[in-house]
Structure formats: C-alpha cells, structure tokens
C-alpha cells in the first residue's frame, strides 16, 4: 500500500518558471518529510527537508511546504535551471529510521 | 570524499541463479538500508539495519531474498533463487541515525536484470 503518492509522473518546465512538485501521504503519523533529487545512474541525493511542526522551509532557489489537515506537501523550485532536470521523490517518515517514498516525479526544465 | 559504494553495478543473470549484491556504506554510519527502484512503486525499502542488526525486513519476500552485514563495512542482499520480476535497481543508502536528522546517503545502485 503506498503511503506517499506522487500522482504526477512527469513535469516539463520553461527555463527560469517555477516548478511545483506535489506529494500527498496518507499516514497521520508522519512526522518528517524530505525530497530527494535522482540524476540518472546515480542514487538519489537528498535536497531538503521540513519537520511537521512547520509549514515551509527554504533553502536557496528550493522551499518546501507543508500542509498537515491536507496530508500534502510541495517542492517549488524557483528559477527552475536546466541542471534540475532529474528525478525528484518525496519522503516520509514516522519518528524512525524508515523513509517511505513516492514513485517520483521526472522534472525536465526547457531551456 | 565518502561515498556509499555498491557492487556490482550492472548484473545480467538468468532465472534461477543466485544473485549477491554488496554495500560498503559511509565510515561512521550505523544505519544502513536497502532499497529496490521499480517504475511503478517506486523506491521500496527492503532490509534497513542499525548497529549490524536487522530492524526490519517486512520489504523483503522472505522465501528468496536475505540481507545481512557480516561486518561494519558490508552488507549484503542475495536473491536466491533470481526471478525475471527481480529486475530492478537495487540501492544501499546508509546513514548515522541520530537524532531527526534522517538524511540517508545513497550507492549509486546495482542494476539487475534477470532473464
């Protein structure tokens, strides 16, 4: 049973436009939520991350945003490069050491 | 630079044969997980260790797969026997464990392919 849904498989983005990636989860006891970038035969490197007891948390071009009564979480990335182009997947987990991802979202920015 | 290593990088094996995968994760860290990359689930978490034990392998059909780390700086997955539907990138991730920061540092992956 998937417990972190990335319902959009693929985004294609215009150079310098904001990409929004979405997640939603349906375990309540999710505390923890990261989103992980995946280039092609490389594993996935990790980006950023937000504790539920936070609604947003930015880093550089990259914020995340939380919204708990909506089991839902996004990735903005703005301006969106050309190097963003990868693989992104979004993470949970429930006060341990286990991460439930989603099936990924394939971002390929336009130049 | 640490890295999590992984061998092989690419295996092509044919049903039946037994398959072992290797991990060397990051010096230091005391988790270590491994994971399987399908196009429609996505990254399944298979077997995740902590101090060498294993936490939790409720990811892993039990009848063919085993995890283990014989030591601190490896670990390994074998499928025996392989079955066409093994086909997957399989990843090691390790990392420290403490605290809320559950940032896990990924291997590059193996790709097996099973005829």
């Known amino acids: 049973d998937q417990q972190v849904k990335q319902n959009s498989p693929s985004l294609s983005v215009q150079e310098g436009r904001i990409s929004i990636l979405n997640c939603d989860y349906t375990?309540?006891?999710?505390?923890?939520f990261l989103w992980y970038k995946k280039y092609p035969a490389e594993g996935p490197t990790f980006l950023i991350s937000i504790s539920s007891i936070k609604d947003k948390n930015e880093d550089g071009r990259f914020t995340v945003f939380l919204n708990k009564s909506a089991k839902h979480l996004s990735l903005h990335i703005v301006p969106s490069q050309p190097g963003d182009s990868a693989v992104y997947f979004c993470?949970?987990?429930?006060?341990?050491?286990?991460?439930?991802f989603g099936a990924g979202t394939t971002v390929t920015v336009r130049a | 630079d640490a890295r999590v290593t992984q061998t092989p990088r690419h295996k092509v094996t044919e049903m039946g044969q037994e398959v072992t995968m290797r991990c060397q994760p990051i010096l230091g860290h005391n988790t270590v997980f491994w994971y399987r990359q399908t196009m429609m689930q996505g990254l399944e978490l298979l077997a995740y260790f902590r101090n060498r034990a294993p936490l939790d392998d409720s990811g892993m059909p039990k009848d063919r797969f085993s995890a283990e780390m014989p030591d601190a700086t490896l670990a390994t997955l074998k499928i025996q026997p392989s079955e066409p539907r093994d086909s997957a990138v399989y990843f090691c991730?390790?990392?420290?464990?403490?605290?809320?920061?559950?940032?896990?540092?990924f291997g590059p992956g193996t790709r097996l392919t099973v005829l």
């Open positions: 993470a949970a987990s429930a006060n341990d050491y286990k991460l439930s």
């Open positions: 375990n309540s006891m999710f505390d923890y």
């Open positions: 991730a390790s990392g420290t464990g403490t605290g809320r920061d559950n940032e896990q540092f």
